[in-house]
């Protein structure tokens, strides 16, 4: 009798803090359930609030209109094929009837300033001479038209152009005006990109004659650079070598 006391209590003793630890452990899991639930909260007041400070609905007409003015949108994405680095292939007219002349190039474009302009870095030659460019693309909510502004290490002038896109959004053209150094009077010129894909476009400059005739001048051919991967992939595939 004594003995089958002694191992009754034995086995208590012995199970006690087995049950004691199991609760203990779902105490724990329940702890960290709650807090996992505390920060998905936090988190998605964050985003509310993020969101609200974005567009609130409280503004008056006046702030509303700028902020609607200021807010990319569609059309700035479009622009999201040409970001990146490329090879360029450049052909170029002097003039009407004039042998072409090739030259390579790279081009580096960017976003800049929350993704309202895209900033182009062009380095090539022209004619033997070394040539830098640098440009910036946008869209104008206001005019409802496409900008680009244009500068190079063969001019002191800039040039400002506007345009449209075509309905599939994969072609838009420009028309802008320059200064012809040699008769110093204003001159008329087309340019477009043609969005073939995200890693490859082609550039194409006409010069607009006075009888309203044009001839091209320029055509550049974009395609990606192969090394040009984003840093985390090129990062994934290296870990994997």
């Given at each position: 009798?004594r003995?089958?006391?002694?191992?009754?209590?034995?086995?208590?003793?012995?199970?006690?803090?087995t049950?004691?630890?199991?609760?203990?452990?779902?105490?724990?899991?329940?702890?960290?359930?709650?807090?996992k639930?505390?920060?998905?909260?936090?988190?998605?007041?964050?985003?509310?609030?993020?969101?609200?400070?974005?567009?609130?609905?409280?503004?008056d007409?006046?702030?509303?209109?700028?902020?609607?003015?200021?807010?990319?949108?569609k059309?700035?994405?479009?622009?999201?094929?040409?970001?990146?680095?490329?090879?360029?292939?450049?052909?170029?007219?002097?003039?009407?009837?004039?042998?072409?002349?090739?030259?390579?190039?790279?081009?580096?474009y960017?976003?800049?300033?929350?993704?309202?302009?895209?900033?182009?870095?062009?380095?090539?030659?022209?004619?033997?001479?070394?040539?830098?460019?640098?440009?910036?693309?946008?869209?104008?909510?206001?005019?409802?038209?496409?900008?680009?502004?244009?500068?190079?290490?063969?001019?002191?002038?800039?040039?400002?152009?506007?345009?449209?896109?075509?309905?599939?959004?994969?072609?838009?053209?420009?028309?802008?005006?320059?200064?012809?150094?040699?008769?110093?009077?204003?001159?008329?010129?087309?340019?477009?990109?043609?969005?073939?894909?995200?890693?490859?476009?082609?550039?194409?400059m006409?010069?607009?004659?006075?009888?309203?005739t044009e001839?091209?001048?320029?055509?550049?051919?974009?395609?990606?650079?192969?090394?040009?991967?984003?840093?985390?992939?090129?990062?994934?595939?290296?870990?994997?070598l």
């Open positions: 009798m003995l089958g006391l002694f191992t009754i209590c034995l086995a208590c003793v012995l199970t006690a803090p049950a004691d630890t199991a609760r203990a452990a779902d105490d724990a899991k329940a702890e960290q359930e709650k807090d639930e505390k920060k998905k909260a936090k988190a998605r007041e964050k985003r509310k609030r993020k969101k609200k400070a974005q567009t609130p609905s409280d503004l007409p006046e702030a509303a209109a700028w902020m609607k003015a200021g807010t990319p949108g059309e700035h994405r479009v622009l999201n094929a040409l970001i990146g680095n490329f090879d360029v292939a450049a052909t170029f007219w002097p003039a009407p009837g004039a042998p072409a002349m090739e030259s390579k190039a790279t081009s580096r960017r976003w800049a300033l929350g993704k309202r302009f895209v900033r182009q870095d062009y380095r090539g030659e022209y004619a033997g001479m070394q040539f830098q460019g640098l440009g910036y693309i946008g869209y104008d909510n206001l005019k409802k038209v496409y900008t680009s502004l244009w500068m190079d290490s063969m001019s002191t002038s800039s040039m400002l152009s506007e345009g449209k896109a075509n309905d599939a959004g994969n072609v838009i053209t420009w028309h802008g005006t320059h200064i012809d150094p040699v008769t110093n009077q204003e001159k008329k010129s087309r340019y477009l990109i043609k969005i073939e894909s995200k890693d490859r476009h082609v550039g194409e006409y010069d607009i004659q006075k009888d309203g001839f091209k001048m320029m055509k550049l051919v974009y395609t990606r650079k192969a090394d040009a991967a984003p840093r985390k992939k090129r990062k994934k595939a290296a870990d994997a």
